[in-house]
C-alpha cells in the first residue's frame, strides 16, 4: 500500500512501515510543507494513505468532502509507537482504507469511519 505521513508524523516512522512493505513517502523530507489541503490532494493523486497526528484533515475529508485515498490519524502515541500502530492499522483496516475510510488509532481503540456516498 501507498502510505503519505504528514509532517507531524515522526520520520523513523518511516522505516517501520516500509519494513512491513509499504511504498512509504514524508512530508517532512520534502523542500516546503505545502499545506494541508495539498497534502490531502497528493496524497489523493498518488492513491496513498495519509497517516497524520493533525485532526484538520478529518474535517476536510468529511466537512468540504475533498478526495483522499483513506486517512490514518494516530493519537497520543510516542514517537516510536508512531511506525507500529501505522503499520498495525494498515495491517487490519487495509480495505477499509483503501474505500476511503478515515481510521483514529488510539491506544485503548480504534474508529473507523466509513467513505460516505458523494451526493
Do not use: N
Not at 26 to 39: K, L, N, S, T, Y
Not at 43 to 51: I, P
Not at 54 to 78: N, S, T, W
Not at 84 to 100: K, N, Q, S, W
Amino acid at each position: 500500500m501507498k502510505v503519505l505521513l504528514d509532517s507531524c508524523v515522526w520520520g523513523g516512522a518511516r522505516t517501520v512501515i516500509e519494513a512491513a512493505g509499504h511504498a512509504t513517502d514524508w512530508v517532512g523530507e520534502w523542500p516546503a510543507d505545502p499545506g494541508d489541503e495539498d497534502i490531502l490532494r497528493l496524497a489523493a493523486s498518488a492513491g496513498a494513505v495519509l497517516v497524520t497526528i493533525d485532526k484538520d484533515f478529518g474535517e476536510l475529508a468529511v466537512v468540504r468532502r475533498l478526495p483522499h485515498a483513506g486517512i490514518i490519524r494516530i493519537v497520543g502515541f510516542a514517537a516510536r509507537a508512531q511506525g507500529p500502530a501505522c503499520v498495525a492499522a494498515l495491517a487490519r483496516y487495509g480495505d477499509e482504507l483503501a474505500a476511503g475510510a478515515l481510521v483514529t488509532v488510539e491506544r485503548q481503540r480504534v474508529r473507523v469511519r466509513p467513505q460516505e456516498e458523494r451526493r
